[in-house]
C-alpha cells in the first residue's frame, strides 16, 4: 500500500469533525493568514477570507478552542467594538526538518511555524540503518533542548540531496549510495514513530529562502543550491514549483558528463583545492573566512563562470524570474564573485535591453534544507 503521512498523524492534532483531517480548508486559509500576519485583528479577516462575520467568529472559536490561537487586545483601540488580535500558539504543534547532504545531517525544529533550533550532525560511512539511528539519536537531543517529546510533532519533513524518482526515492550523490532509490519516507516514519514528508534538499531549501530570506517579498524566484552537486529549485507564485516529475530546478541536467567538472558545484571546487595540496578538506572548511586567499580559489571561479552564466541564461530564459538567489553552502565571498561576473545575454533590440533579474546571495544559511523541511508537514496539513 502507497505510504501516506496523513495516515500517521497523531489523532491529538486531528479535528473531531469528518473528514479527519488537522484543519478544514477554511481554517488553513485563516491559519495562514495569521501566520503572514500576526496579531491581524479578527475584524480584518473577513474580508481577505470572503467569510460571513458569523462564519469567522464560529472558525476562530473552534480554533482558539484547541489552543491553536492566542487571543490579545491592541492598548490603542479604533473606533467600535473592540477584535481580538490573533496569533498562532507556537507551542501547539512542533514540526521537525532533516536534511540529508554530502557530508553533513541538518536538523531543524520549528515550532508551528517559527524556527526554534538548528543542528548538524556527521554524515558518515555507508549503512542507511546506522545513519537513520544517528538522525533519531539527534532528534531526541533537539527536542531535549526544549523540554518536548515526540507526541509534541506534528510531523516530519525529509530533505534528500539528488533526483527525485518514485514516491520518496532519490537518485543521490556517490557518497550517499546508501540513501538511493529506496522509498525512504516510510523506513524514517517507522524509526521515528512519526509521519514522514520527503522532497529534494534545493528545493525545500529553496521553500526556506521563500519564507524567510531574501526571497520573501517575490512570487517568482529561483535558487541555485551549491553544494556537493549543482541543483536548485523554482519558487512561483511563493511556493516551490516541482514539475511533472519533482524535479524542476535540477540545473545540472543542462551540462552533459563532459561538462561536469566545469560546474559551480563544490564537490567540484573540493577536488580542486585537494589537488593543490588541501588533501583533507571537507565542504564545513569552506566556510573559512580565509577561503578567498586560498591558492586555487580564484583559478576555479574563473573557470567555472562560464558554466554559472550558462545556466543564469538558461534559468532567464525558462523561467523568467524577479530574482535568481545564490545559496545552499556557498559561501558569499564566492557568490558575490560569482555575482560579480555573471553576463547575461542580453542584445538590444530597437536599441532597448530587456529586463532581467536580480542576483543576491541567500539569506539562510544555516540548515536551508531542514529549515525548509520543516516547513513542509505544515503545508500539506495546516497552512
Given amino acids: 500500500m502507497k505510504y501516506d503521512p496523513l495516515d500517521h498523524v497523531a489523532a491529538h492534532f486531528l479535528r473531531d469533525t ?20 500576526p496579531g491581524i485583528e479578527r475584524s480584518d479577516l473577513t474580508e481577505p477570507l470572503d467569510l460571513t462575520q458569523q462564519s469567522l467568529h464560529r472558525i476562530v472559536a473552534r480554533l482558539h478552542e484547541r489552543g491553536m490561537l492566542v487571543f490579545s487586545h491592541s492598548e490603542t483601540r479604533r473606533p467600535g467594538p473592540p477584535s481580538p488580535e490573533l496569533t498562532l500558539r507556537k507551542d501547539w504543534c512542533l514540526t521537525l526538518g532533516i536534511s540529508v547532504n554530502v557530508g553533513s545531517i541538518g536538523l531543524c525544529l520549528m515550532g508551528f511555524g517559527e524556527p526554534m533550533e538548528n543542528m548538524e550532525i556527521p554524515q558518515a ?100 543550491a551549491h553544494l556537493h552537486g549543482y541543483g536548485g529549485g523554482l ?64 583559478e576555479w571561479v574563473d573557470r567555472v563562470t562560464p558554466a554559472h552564466n550558462r545556466a543564469i541564461n538558461a534559468i532567464c530564459a525558462i523561467f523568467d524570474p524577479a530574482l535568481i538567489v545564490l545559496g545552499g553552502e556557498l559561501p558569499h565571498s564566492l557568490a558575490r564573485m560569482l555575482i560579480e561576473r555573471t553576463e547575461f545575454n542580453n542584445l538590444p533590440r530597437h536599441g532597448v535591453l530587456r529586463d532581467v533579474p536580480r542576483l543576491a546571495v541567500a539569506q539562510i544559511i544555516d540548515a536551508p534544507g531542514a529549515i525548509g523541511a520543516a516547513l513542509i508537514p505544515l503545508f500539506e496539513t495546516v497552512l
Fill in 18 to 37: 469528518q473528514p479527519m483531517r488537522v484543519a478544514s480548508r477554511n481554517e488553513r486559509d485563516l491559519l495562514r493568514l495569521i501566520w503572514k500576519s
Fill in 125 to 224: 560511512g555507508s549503512s542507511l540503518s546506522d545513519e537513520m539511528e544517528r538522525i533519531e539519536a539527534a532528534v531526541e537531543d533537539i527536542l531535549a533542548r526544549r523540554g518536548a517529546k515526540r507526541r509534541d510533532v506534528l510531523g516530519v519533513g525529509l530533505a534528500v540531496a539528488g533526483h527525485r524518482m518514485l514516491e520518496t526515492a532519490f537518485n543521490c550523490p556517490l557518497p550517499l549510495a546508501h540513501w538511493s532509490l529506496i522509498d525512504l519516507a516510510p523506513l524514517l516514519g517507522k524509526q521515528l514513530g512519526l509521519p514522514v514528508w520527503a522532497d529534494n534538499v534545493a528545493r525545500t531549501a529553496a521553500l526556506a529562502e521563500a519564507i524567510f530570506g531574501v526571497g520573501r517579498d517575490v512570487a517568482d524566484f529561483a535558487y541555485i
Fill in 235 to 298: 519558487v512561483s507564485g511563493g511556493m516551490p514549483f516541482r514539475g511533472n516529475f519533482g524535479n524542476a530546478g535540477e540545473f545540472s541536467v543542462l551540462f552533459g558528463r563532459q561538462d561536469y567538472e566545469e560546474r559551480p558545484a563544490l564537490g567540484v571546487l573540493l577536488e580542486h583545492l585537494r589537488a593543490k595540496g588541501r588533501m583533507n578538506l571537507t565542504l564545513r572548511d569552506l566556510k573559512n573566512e580565509d577561503l578567498m586567499d586560498w591558492d586555487g580559489v580564484g
